[in-house]
C-alpha cells in the first residue's frame, strides 16, 4: 500500500522557519513527481511547489524566494525549507505524489502549520 507521511508542522513566529518532510512508502518514489499542496479552511487547496523526478522546480508566486522543495531519492523523502514565514503562511499543508504508468496521484494526511505575528 501506499503511505505519505508528513511532519515537520508546528508553531512559529513571523520572521521564523520550519522544515516539512514527507516520507513515502509503497510507490518507487525516484520516477514519481512529488509536490506540497496547502490549504486553509474554506479554501481552495492550492500549490506550493513541486519537483519533478529530474530535479525540476516550481513554485506558487507567493512563496518564491522563501522555500525551497528538495527530494533525497536514497530515503524516499521530499523536502519543503520554509524561511522568513509570514502569518498568511498559515495552513494545513500536504504531500503529493504522483507517478505516470499508469497515472495516479496520492495525497499525505496533512500537517498544520501556523505563524503568529
Known amino acids: 500500500q501506499v503511505q505519505l507521511v508528513e511532519s515537520g508542522g508546528g508553531l512559529v513566529q513571523a520572521g521564523g522557519s520550519l522544515r516539512l518532510s514527507c516520507a513515502a512508502s509503497?510507490?518507487?518514489?525516484?520516477?514519481?513527481?512529488m509536490g506540497w499542496y496547502r490549504q486553509v479552511p474554506g479554501n481552495q487547496r492550492e500549490l506550493v511547489a513541486t519537483i519533478s523526478s529530474g530535479g525540476i522546480t516550481n513554485y506558487a508566486d507567493s512563496v518564491k524566494g522563501r522555500f525551497t522543495i528538495s527530494r533525497d531519492n536514497a530515503k524516499n523523502t521530499v523536502y519543503l525549507q520554509m524561511n522568513s514565514l509570514k502569518p498568511e503562511d498559515t495552513a494545513v499543508y500536504f504531500c503529493r505524489s504522483v507517478r505516470s504508468g499508469p497515472y495516479t496521484v496520492y495525497w499525505g494526511q496533512g500537517t498544520q502549520v501556523t505563524v503568529s505575528s
Open positions: 509503497g510507490i518507487i518514489f525516484s520516477i514519481n513527481h
